[in-house]
């Protein structure tokens, strides 16, 4: 199974929001290992199991044991992604939600909630975030309550909230915050509120542009399904070198499916197995190189090289040294570093 991601726009919004509330927030990205330079990559997907780095990080900078209830006061709304097109232009709230929940992977592959229709109230559930990302809920659930009241121009509003976390911060002050019931230790994450607001009319609707809307969506999740291929292909070259040797019908066999198939969707993909293999090489033996006092003939067998002359020569047209100059180069740069 490919790594599950969160959209940038998740890590955007918090920088904002740690702006807004006055932290720190680029001492909160170095804690992390990160640079705010990090905001500007196109496409940005971060590992969802960073999330609770980021938590921890945030934490310890703030000095505030409940930063996740007090950030959920400082984000800002969602606004300009898909997920939020998709909503203004659906004839109604409901079918706006409905739609959201078939991309919800747009804004992380975490992200699994269901909508329960229980007579004058419905349940929007989220079934995958941890007890441990206490912070992270508090925080998503009070963003995700500013941008539903935003698309139905402040007519939304959250009857009851549950969480599966253990209540830390005082009852009144999650009351204040939420503007209803919040409810601690429950079986699921999720909120109520009125069936009637599923019928509320979208000012915004417009049925052209809700259907280029719903095609941007779907090649979205289309690439980020390509992405998935590719991330699921490196996974197993990194194994299969392991052993020796990563070749295209053993990895197809992995994955279940035939070896002109792979080699069809990793085309579709932009790519092929052998420029995989080659930068999967390529990286490693970098790594190594700089990493690790390996010694050049066993660096030759794990990036999965017969014959040292073969590695020398790959490695030289990769990066355009050899192999002791890179490890010289980044001696030297570290050397640098430390004095």
């Known amino acids: 199974m490919a790594e599950m991601t969160d959209s940038g726009v998740l890590l955007r919004m918090a920088y904002k929001a740690m702006i807004n509330a006055g932290i720190d927030a680029d001492a909160v990205l170095a804690e992390v290992g990160l640079d705010k330079s990090i905001l500007q990559v196109p496409d940005l997907r971060t590992p969802h199991d960073a999330?609770?780095?980021?938590?921890?990080?945030?934490?310890?900078?703030?000095?505030?044991?409940?930063?996740?209830?007090?950030?959920?006061?400082?984000?800002?709304?969602?606004?300009?992604?898909?997920?939020?097109?998709?909503?203004?232009?659906?004839p109604t709230f409901g079918e706006g939600l409905k739609r959201a929940l078939d991309y919800q992977r747009l804004l992380s592959d975490a992200a699994q909630?269901?909508?329960?229709?229980?007579?004058?109230?419905?349940?929007?559930?989220?079934?995958?975030?941890?007890?441990?990302?206490?912070?992270?809920?508090?925080?998503?659930?009070?963003?995700?309550?500013?941008?539903?009241?935003?698309?139905?121009?402040?007519?939304?509003?959250?009857?009851?909230?549950?969480?599966?976390?253990?209540?830390?911060?005082?009852?009144?002050?999650?009351?204040?915050?939420?503007?209803?019931?919040?409810?601690?230790?429950?079986?699921?994450?999720?909120?109520?509120?009125?069936?009637?607001?599923?019928?509320?009319?979208?000012?915004?609707?417009?049925?052209?542009?809700?259907?280029?809307?719903?095609q941007l969506a779907s090649e979205q999740v289309a690439r980020l399904e390509k992405q998935d291929l590719v991330a699921q292909v490196n996974r197993l070259i990194g194994e299969l070198l392991e052993s020796g040797h990563a070749n295209l019908e053993e990895v197809a066999e992995r994955l279940g499916i035939k070896a002109r198939q792979l080699r069809t969707r990793l085309a579709d993909a932009g790519t092929n197995f052998n420029q995989l293999v080659a930068d999967y090489r390529c990286r490693l033996a970098k790594r190594l190189l700089a990493g690790t006092e390996e010694s050049i003939d066993e660096i030759v067998y794990l990036t999965g090289f017969s014959e040292p002359s073969t590695f020398y020569r790959a490695f030289k047209r990769w990066v355009g040294m050899t192999p002791i100059e890179y490890r010289k180069l980044k001696a030297e740069e570290d050397a640098a570093e430390n004095s």
């Open 113 to 214: 909630g269901e909508l329960f229709e229980e007579g004058d109230r419905v349940f929007l559930k989220q079934m995958i975030w941890s007890k441990r990302l206490s912070h992270l809920n508090e925080c998503m659930m009070m963003g995700v309550i500013k941008f539903f009241r935003f698309v139905t121009d402040g007519a939304f509003e959250p009857l009851e909230v549950h969480f599966g976390h253990t209540r830390h911060a005082d009852k009144l002050e999650y009351e204040r915050l939420f503007d209803c019931p919040v409810k601690f230790d429950m079986p699921s994450i999720g909120m109520y509120f009125d069936a009637r607001v599923m019928n509320l009319p979208s000012a915004h609707h417009e049925p052209e542009l809700l259907h280029l809307h719903e």
């Open 51 to 90: 999330q609770e780095w980021f938590w921890q990080a945030l934490e310890k900078v703030s000095g505030d044991e409940h930063i996740g209830l007090h950030l959920g006061e400082h984000i800002p709304v969602y606004k300009g992604q898909v997920l939020e097109y998709l909503f203004l232009s659906s």
